[in-house]
């Protein structure tokens, strides 16, 4: 699975959109991009992956660009409970193999009032 | 709400004890994997369970076990616990496209 390299933190003022980047250079042409956060004394959250298209949900939407090698998760409107750390992980998507995540220490994200 | 649920919250026990954390998934969660987070840190792939079945496991020690049971509960066993087996201990049950965590135990190894 790809290597993945976030900035150590980031402070975002509430109600601003909050892009938090991703370099993946090293993905695989198989791998999806997944998104998770971890909210203080919680397990991760899934957030939202993508493989070439971007793709919006209900939480964020994923920009993935055209040569694959890195990704922004926007977070349109943050707010305080956005605070999180939040997890860029590379993953080839077979049915069974999700459960062996690898989570570097990604972007610890601050909203502030 | 997850679906995952996890116990106890916390537990403290002894160098050389041995411990057993349990995990309630939901049906439809076909696979539970286990994780530990120390202080600071991501967490780190313990092992993977499918059909009963162990099918995937990190860099961890024969040490660490685990069981899952046809009705989507699962144990993680430690033995020989060693004081760096202190951390978060997190469950989760999967689907085809993602994982859903419990909030995790807290084991103090003293």
Same mark, same amino acid.
């Given at each position: ?18 892009? &938090?980047?991703?370099? +993946?250079? !090293? ?6 991009? #997944? ?7 919680? /397990? ?28 922004? &998760?926007?977070?349109? +409107?943050? !707010? ?6 939040? #997890? ?7 049915? /069974? ?17 | ?110």
């Amino acid at each position: 699975d790809a290597k993945t390299t976030q900035p150590t933190s980031m402070d975002c003022a509430e109600g601003r959109a909050a892009n &938090l980047p991703c370099n +993946h250079s !090293t993905i695989s042409g198989n791998e999806y991009v #997944y998104w998770y956060r971890q909210i203080h004394s919680q /397990g991760p959250q899934y957030i939202i992956h993508g493989l070439k298209n971007n793709e919006t949900n209900e939480m964020a939407s994923l920009i993935i660009t055209e040569d694959r090698k890195s990704s922004t &998760l926007i977070l349109p +409107h943050a !707010t305080l409970r956005d605070t999180a750390v939040y #997890y860029c992980i590379g993953l080839r998507n077979y049915g /069974g193999s999700q459960g062996n995540l690898i989570f570097g220490k990604g972007t610890k994200l601050s909203v502030k009032p | 709400e997850t679906g995952v649920t996890q116990s106890p919250t916390h537990l403290i026990k002894t160098r050389g004890q041995q411990v057993t954390l349990r995990c309630s998934s939901q049906s439809g969660h076909n696979t539970v994997s286990w994780y530990q987070q120390a202080l600071g840190q991501g967490p780190q792939f313990i092992f993977q369970y499918y059909r009963e079945e162990e099918n995937g496991r990190g860099n961890f020690p024969p040490r660490f076990s685990g069981l899952q049971f046809p009705n989507y509960s699962s144990e993680l066993n430690v033995n020989a616990l060693e004081l760096d087996d202190s951390a978060l201990y997190l469950c989760a049950g999967g689907t085809a496209e993602k994982l859903f965590f419990g909030s995790g135990t807290q084991l103090s190894v003293l």
